[in-house]
């Protein structure tokens, strides 16, 4: 199966049992949502370019305000998946992937209206999953995501980078950052060495350490990368799962031929009118505007294999000479975006019933371009209002037969719109939750946060998402990421070795990935750029400690 019909697959499954259980979890006024997988579709890369791959995704607010705690979308996003393999044999339920970004998730306790990042690596079958430096969670019932007790996924990405302070609650973006491009992708170094055991347990793990590097205005490079174990653990509680996972195999590069905007839960509602025909409002969305009527995106896809940076970063740990800091070129195919897509966005009602999946007849709206690498959409519907950076989409639409005897939603005209189903003077937006708790950790008291501990600290920096986050420096592998699972001294010794060559060869300002130029980057919060302490600029890490709300 193809890897973007896995993930279809995968969000349908998870969006009609999301809705169920949120229906359940959560009384609301809200009669529906806006929600679906839409599509966009590259030419196919070669075969042989298995070693991860960048893109630039647009940033932009996709409400103009936060619409609440159940609001949860990406935006372009890619889902990378290991490359398939003749000699071995997946099992029915086989699903793993890194398949983070940019977005909004229920999960997101300091929402702002612009997206955060974080990783979104998934463990088989969603058994765990990563989002960052101390943050992730598990499928198991009733375990808080956010439960230190149940540290599933939390322990699954190190910290990397000693000027990038990663929070938990996902990378603040500058707000300056809207309309711009985000550069980031994935490419496995060699930072921990093969294992035979992994936690105690027979099971092998691979030395691909998939890397997440950054391009921005203002921080360039690694930032972090999951470790080969996260992979490799589902494989303890069963053997024949071994070998199957990211930590051993190289990337499928048609996994990024199509990219995705995934969006589970905007707030909606569906009334019918005196006529006897649905009609339906969704809570203004936008999309960037970049002149011309036109809003970007993504551009600068790309792919790499071996040769691109990992040949060259294990060469030199085994003592060549200090690797470039720049992807090779000869090493990276650029995919060609196509001008065609398969938007997704479906009003349903928000109780889980399957088989009311009714689609936007977005050909309405808007229209796929392609200039120069980037992937456009051009809008074509009167009822597209442009608004200084934004352009927002029609907000009411009538259910209508396509001509293939389906039914679609067609935007309209608020005036068009029954005064009768109340939809015109509608509150659509959730009801706020006053949940103010941290994210916090143990760090006061679990010996893989005291022992040794931390280096220097705490600390404390005020977010532009209006949290607060305390941290301290770790030396790299004191980290409870990498003390979670055990590996042998002479293992981390090489892989503190390993980081200190980074800390002292590459800099955050030095060329990385390649793409737009410095005025079309986002930027991250400057409050999360950081300068080492004095004795602590090589081999030490900031480590997040506890993230509140403060304003």
């Known amino acids: 199966m193809h890897a973007k019909d896995v993930a279809i697959s995968a969000f349908i499954a998870h969006t009609l049992l999301g809705c169920g259980q949120m229906a359940?979890?959560?009384?609301?006024?809200?009669?529906?949502?806006?929600?679906?997988?839409?599509?966009?579709?590259?030419?196919?890369?070669p075969q042989t370019y298995t070693a991860g791959y960048a893109l630039y995704a647009a940033v932009w607010p996709l409400q103009e305000t936060y619409p609440g705690p159940r609001h949860q979308s990406g935006l372009i996003s890619a889902w990378l998946s290991a490359v398939d393999t003749d000699d071995v044999s997946r099992p029915a339920n086989y699903y793993s992937t890194i398949e983070g970004g940019l977005g909004w998730w229920r999960g997101t306790r300091f929402a702002t209206a612009l997206p955060k990042f974080t990783v979104g690596a998934v463990s088989n079958d969603f058994l765990e999953w990563a989002n960052g430096p101390g943050s992730g969670g598990g499928s198991a019932d009733g375990v808080d995501q956010r439960d230190w007790a149940t540290?599933?996924?939390?322990?699954?990405?190190?910290?990397?980078?000693?000027?990038l302070l990663w929070a938990p609650d996902g990378l603040v973006l500058n707000e300056n950052s809207r309309g711009n491009f985000l550069g980031y992708g994935y490419t496995p170094l060699p930072f921990i060495d093969p294992q035979s055991t992994s936690r105690g347990a027979d099971v092998s793990t691979g030395d691909n350490a998939w890397t997440v590097f950054f391009d921005t205005a203002n921080f360039k490079g690694p930032a972090a990368f999951i470790i080969p174990n996260f992979f490799s653990k589902p494989a303890v509680g069963d053997p024949t799962l071994e070998g199957l996972f990211l930590d051993e195999l190289m990337s499928d590069p048609w996994s990024v031929s199509s990219l995705g905007i995934e969006t589970h839960v905007i707030p909606a509602m569906i009334e019918t009118g005196p006529d006897g025909v649905a009609y339906a409002r969704i809570v203004p969305?936008?999309?960037?505007?970049?002149?011309?009527?036109?809003?970007?995106?993504?551009?600068?896809?790309?792919?790499?294999?071996?040769?691109?940076?990992?040949?060259a970063v294990a060469e030199w740990f085994d003592g060549g000479r200090p690797a470039p800091t720049r992807f090779r070129a000869g090493g990276t195919h650029r995919l060609t975006p196509l001008a065609e897509s398969e938007p997704g966005f479906m009003i349903i009602p928000d109780d889980g019933a399957e088989g009311n999946d009714v689609f936007i007849d977005f050909s309405m709206i808007a229209e796929e371009t392609v200039s120069d690498g980037t992937f456009a959409y051009r809008w074509v519907s009167d009822l597209v209002v442009q608004d200084g950076s934004v352009v927002r989409l029609p907000e009411f639409y009538r259910q209508e037969t396509s001509?293939?005897?389906e039914p679609v939603w067609t935007p309209i005209p608020a005036q068009d719109v029954p005064v009768e189903t109340g939809l015109t003077v509608a509150e659509?937006?959730?009801?706020p939750r006053n949940d103010n708790t941290p994210l916090t950790t143990p760090y006061d008291g679990d010996p893989l946060w005291t022992t040794p501990g931390f280096a220097a600290g705490p600390f404390e920096v005020a977010l532009s998402d209006g949290s607060t986050l305390t941290y301290a420096w770790y030396r790299f592998i004191d980290q409870p990421a990498i003390?979670?699972?055990?590996?042998?001294?002479?293992?981390?010794?090489?892989?503190?070795?390993?980081?200190?060559?980074?800390?002292?060869?590459?800099?955050?300002?030095?060329?990385?990935?390649?793409?737009?130029?410095?005025?079309?980057?986002a930027q991250f919060d400057p409050a999360q750029i950081l300068t080492p302490p004095e004795g602590l600029e090589i081999g030490y890490v900031p480590i997040a400690l506890d993230q509140r709300k403060t304003r």
């Open 285 to 311: 969305t936008q999309f960037p505007a970049n002149g011309a009527n036109t809003s970007r995106l993504y551009r600068d896809v790309q792919v790499f294999d071996s040769s691109a940076m990992s040949d």
């Open 24 to 45: 359940a979890d959560q009384a609301t006024s809200e009669a529906s949502i806006l929600t679906g997988f839409s599509s966009y579709f590259l030419e196919p890369a």
């Open 151 to 163: 540290p599933q996924g939390k322990h699954g990405v190190a910290q990397l980078s000693n000027r």
């Open 403 to 405: 001509d293939d005897g």
């Open 428 to 431: 659509l937006e959730f009801q």
């Open 483 to 521: 003390r979670y699972w055990g590996f042998p001294d002479d293992t981390l010794a090489r892989l503190q070795n390993r980081i200190e060559l980074v800390h002292q060869n590459w800099d955050l300002a030095d060329r990385y990935l390649s793409g737009p130029p410095d005025d079309q980057l």
